[in-house]
T-cell receptor
Framework: EAGVTQFPSHSVIEKGQTVTLRCDPISGHDNLYWYRRVMGKEIKFLLHFVKESKQDESGMPNNRFLAERTGGTYSTLKVQPAELEDSGVYFC???????????FGDGTRLSIL | KNEVEQSPQNLTAQEGEFITINCSYSVGISALHWLQQHPGGGIVSLFMLSSGKKKHGRLIATINIQEKHSSLHITASHPRDSAVYICAVGMASGSRLTFGEGTQLTVNP
């Protein structure tokens, strides 16, 4: 079974530019989560999809962040315009319904210059 | 103060030693997760616990719900166990996770 895949693995952009991160969950997993780790801090929750619906987006820092999950499959997280404080590692995770492990991708390391 | 606290922050051990990493949390939870992050960056889920104890190979995880405390033990530690170990809690089935800051473990040969 293929794991959670994230693309790109690294992205370096200038402040003010736009970046789109992609996550492909494990096939059949209805739950998809985005998390972020900024330098020196613990990993923090951004949002949670159940299929194509946003179940919880309370962790999204501001309206420069837009997440979508097309047809309940892959998800994208767009940052527009990027600011310096957006730098960090963005993780995606997926899980099946009910009481189950979350499976994580390798993350996207985002650097804003 | 973070809802999930881990100790120690850093731990250095000699190969073969028994290792314990602790996690305390301050909220009601449905499950506690132990995760491993290697230097390459990927995160692997090790355990999900709601009570008692689980064992996988040389790894053992325990949880005490009344005391809101969990421990991760590694027996006969090996340099390949060197990684960041992260405790995370979920408040409800399928809900988001709240993470501790992680414990950096280094096992020297």
């Amino acid at each position: 079974e293929a794991g959670v895949t994230q693309f790109p693995s690294h992205s370096v952009i200038e402040k003010g530019q736009t970046v789109t991160l992609r996550c492909d969950p494990i096939s059949g997993h209805d739950n998809l989560y985005w998390y972020r780790r900024v330098m020196g801090k613990e990993i923090k929750f951004l949002l949670h999809f159940v299929k194509e619906s946003k179940q919880d987006e309370s962790g999204m820092p501001n309206n420069r962040f837009l997440a979508e999950r097309t047809g309940g499959t892959y998800s994208t997280l767009k940052v527009q315009p990027a600011e310096l404080e957006d730098s960090g590692v963005y993780f995606c995770a997926s899980s099946s319904t009910g009481f189950s492990l979350q499976h994580f991708g390798d993350g996207t390391r985002l650097s804003i210059l | 103060k973070n809802e999930v606290e881990q100790s120690p922050q850093n731990l250095t051990a000699q190969e073969g030693e028994f290792i314990t990493i602790n996690c305390s949390y301050s909220v009601g939870i449905s499950a506690l997760h132990w995760l491993q992050q290697h230097p390459g960056g990927g995160i692997v889920s090790l355990f999900m616990l709601s009570s008692g104890k689980k064992k996988h190979g040389r790894l053992i995880a325990t949880i005490n719900i009344q005391e809101k405390h969990s421990s991760l033990h590694i027996t006969a530690s090996h340099p390949r166990d060197s990684a960041v170990y992260i405790c995370a809690v979920g408040m409800a089935s399928g809900s988001r996770l709240t993470f501790g800051e992680g414990t950096q473990l280094t096992v020297n040969p």
